[in-house]
């Protein structure tokens, strides 16, 4: 197959491009380019779209021997992600940029382009298993083998169509393997850190880049029972579940903490409580993916909203025609904020199929 290999700069695209190369497919590299000022991505390995990751893309498939390009892909992501990313905010959401990235460009936007020029699947390094039916497997996608560093929650957000031109080569290995086999290739990237912050976010403060483009917005914390406690600059500077920097003087009436427990970005109000006011047991998500043919009706199922939170097990309830999902947890979860995954999972003998997912538009505390 002629396939496109997503060279992010990293070990994990080395070695999944170098396991394409060795199974006999016709491999081109391809690292995304994602800021439209690369001088401003953070370095040091702590994103995934600077100068520096793409100077050690290209050297990796240098070594391969293989062809390498670099698509600008920089009007998309500040469209998609980056402006969403703001706009989510602005309602009162907490967005995950690497999962907006991963649906809309990493492969969206790749397929698009490679299935245009005639390319047939794209390799990535993600820590997922998939096996297509015309290699002895059932093609749905699973989590990968190594729990520390599964990525099947991020890819959760694909369609069916995307999945079915997916290669995710170093899913069925553990993390220190893969670094031992990119060091046995002799690639530099063998020790590279690996990337965790928000590339577009140079230095990391998240607060002072969304209060720069959303502007002030004041409102008031408040308490359970609506008392007011205090003044805020904007709804944007919290998230469901932040106990940190409130800065409430009075403490609260049994001398707990307080969390986050909703934002009102209409109203400007954010609400704190107790811990266990953080407790959600029903959620609902709209923009449904369908991954598997079991995500459809009412169904028992496993959900994790975080991407390195715990699956519980769910009842759960498709509308295909409201595009919207009901999840009644059987454990509750806490600090479940609107904006992010709910990534759905079947237990499986030859490990967890992921069912699908919907973006997380409603949440309550009621049994």
Known sequence: MRVLAAMSGGVDSAVAAARAVAAGHEVTGVHLALSQDPQTVRESSRGCCSLEDSADARRVCDKLGIPFYVWDFSDRFKAEVIDDFVSSY????????????????KFAALLERGIALGF???????????VQPEDGGDG?????????????YVLG??????????????GDTVKPKIREEAAEHGFSVAKKPDSYDIC????????AFLGKRIGLRPGMIVDTSGTELKQ?????????????????????????PRYVTDIDAATGTVTVGSRRDLEVHSIGADRLKYLHPAM????????????????????VTVDQVADRMEITLHTPLSGVARGQAAVLYQPDEQGDIVLGSGTICATSSSI
């Open 157 to 170: 957000v694909l369609g069916a169509r995307e999945i079915a031109h997916c290669m995710f080569p170093v």
């Open 140 to 152: 749905y996608l699973r989590r990968g083998v190594d729990p520390q560093k599964d990525q099947s």
């Open 296 to 315: 459809s009706g009412t169904f028992e199922a496993e959900v994790q909203v975080r991407a390195h939170g715990e699956a519980v097990p769910c009842t």
């Open 90 to 105: 602005e309602v009162g959401e907490t967005p995950n940029p690497c999962l907006r990235c991963n649906e809309k460009i």
């Open 200 to 207: 577009f976010i140079p230095d990391g403060n998240t607060q």
């Open 232 to 256: 805020h600059d904007g709804a944007w500077n919290y998230t469901i579940g932040q106990r940190k920097g409130l800065d409430i003087k009075q403490p609260a009436a049994d001398g707990k």
């Open 120 to 130: 047939d699947a794209v390799v990535t390094g993600h820590y997922a298993r998939l």
